[in-house]
């Protein structure tokens, strides 16, 4: 069973910077899509970042291009989100999420993913 757990997120101003992290139990990234999600209050769950099974591709929401990287660390099983030039629109839960099966044309999809941490919330705010 994997394990994913989600840190970093708190209350920051627009225009600030904060970095996510998740852990993961076990070596997952190997042939496991990597992801981070959001969900805001009232709306869906909504494609953030992510790698591709191979770790050979990474992919980015539109909201979120050119101003959030997503990296990993294999050694400490941690994958990373830095997010700059933070918007009030950026506040939501910041899920991370791993799955074996996703594909190139589903890796948008939340369906796609087999295994989610708890998220970590982050509030952009003045």
């Known amino acids: 069973q994997v394990q994913l757990v989600e840190s970093g997120g708190g209350l920051v101003q627009p225009g600030d910077s904060l970095r996510v992290s998740c852990v993961a139990s076990g070596r997952i990234f190997s042939g496991y899509a990597m992801a981070w999600f959001r969900q805001a209050p009232g709306k869906g769950r909504e494609y953030v970042a992510g790698?591709?099974?191979?770790?050979?591709?990474?992919y980015y929401g539109d909201a979120v291009k050119g101003r959030f990287t997503i990296s990993r660390d294999s050694g400490k099983n941690t994958m990373y989100l830095q997010m700059n030039s933070l918007k009030p629109e950026d506040t939501a839960v910041y899920y991370c999420?791993?799955?074996?099966?996703?594909?190139?044309?589903?890796?948008?999809?939340?369906?796609?993913?087999?295994?989610w941490g708890q998220g970590t919330q982050v509030t952009v705010s003045s």
């Open positions: 999420t791993a799955g074996s099966r996703v594909i190139t044309s589903s890796l948008r999809n939340h369906n796609a993913y087999d295994f």
């Open positions: 790698y591709s099974r191979t770790g050979g591709y990474t």
